[in-house]
Nanobody, 119 residues
Framework: QVQLVESGGGLVQAGGSLRLSCAASGSFFSINDMGWYRQAPGKQREMVATITSGGSTNYADSVKGRFTISRDNAKNTVYLQMNSLKPEDTAVYYC?????????????WGQGTQVTVSS
């Protein structure tokens, strides 16, 4: 099995910063794309940022210029640096990984970490 463990969420004032981490462990050969998604109360889960194994990134328009996604392939870990946070960034943040396993690719989700931005 593959597990994703997230950390780094919390409560921060508007304009502040947080850094999320997500480490993958378990049985897999490699990880292709990794990403961060978020879900606010009453809303659908949305993509925040993704990164390929080669380091190419993609961001939601709402976070461009404020958030930075990165990864450490040796540690099977993806990060999300969040700066200039706004109250509308409040949500549960989930990490996601497309792992390569014996029987093929498997998409795995973390358990989620709460980010709350106060005004």
């Amino acid at each position: 099995q593959v597990q994703l463990v997230e950390s780094g969420g919390g409560l921060v004032q508007a304009g502040g910063s947080l850094r999320l981490s997500c480490a993958a462990s378990g049985s897999f050969f490699s990880i292709n794309d990794m990403g961060w998604y978020r879900q606010a109360p009453g809303k659908q889960r949305e993509m925040v940022a993704t990164i390929t194994s080669g380091g190419s990134t993609n961001y939601a328009d709402s976070v461009k210029g404020r958030f930075t996604i990165s990864r450490d392939n040796a540690k099977n870990t993806v990060y999300l640096q969040m700066n200039s946070l706004k109250p509308e960034d409040t949500a549960v943040y989930y990490c996601n990984a497309n792992t390569v396993r014996i029987l093929g690719q498997q998409v795995v989700w973390g358990q989620g970490t709460q980010v709350t931005v106060s005004s």
